[in-house]
């Protein structure tokens, strides 16, 4: 089996940072893109950023400028800084990788969710 935990998320006021972190674990062979998503309540799941294996970053331009995503290849971790934080940031974040394992092809798995809230 394949498990993406996120952690990171919490409260913080307008302007504020957070880092959130998503380790994938199991009997990985290859891990391809990993992203970030959010959804807020009454609102669709929608994309943040992504990260190919390669580095070429995607961002949604809501947050240019502002968020940062990173990943380490060596332990299968993505990473989403989040700067200057706005009250509109405040959502569930849910990390996505395409993950390939020894018995399965590429697949996308989602991590049960992070929340994050902007408010003073």
């Known amino acids: 089996q394949v498990q993406l935990v996120e952690s990171g998320g919490g409260l913080v006021q307008p302007g504020g940072s957070l880092r959130l972190s998503c380790a994938a674990s199991?009997?990985?062979?290859?891990?391809?893109?990993m992203g970030w998503y959010r959804q807020a309540p009454g609102k669709q799941r929608e994309l943040v950023a992504t990260?190919?294996?390669?580095?070429?970053?995607n961002y949604t331009d809501s947050v240019k400028g502002r968020f940062t995503i990173s990943r380490d290849n060596a332990k299968n971790t993505a990473y989403l800084q989040m700067n200057s934080l706005k009250p509109e940031d405040a959502a569930v974040y849910y990390c996505?990788?395409?993950?390939?394992?020894?018995?399965?092809?590429?697949?996308?798995?989602w991590g049960q969710g992070t929340q994050v809230t902007v408010s003073t």
């Open positions: 996505n990788a395409n993950i390939r394992t020894t018995w399965r092809p590429w697949t996308d798995y």
């Open positions: 199991g009997r990985i062979f290859s891990v391809n893109t």
């Open positions: 990260i190919t294996s390669g580095g070429r970053t």
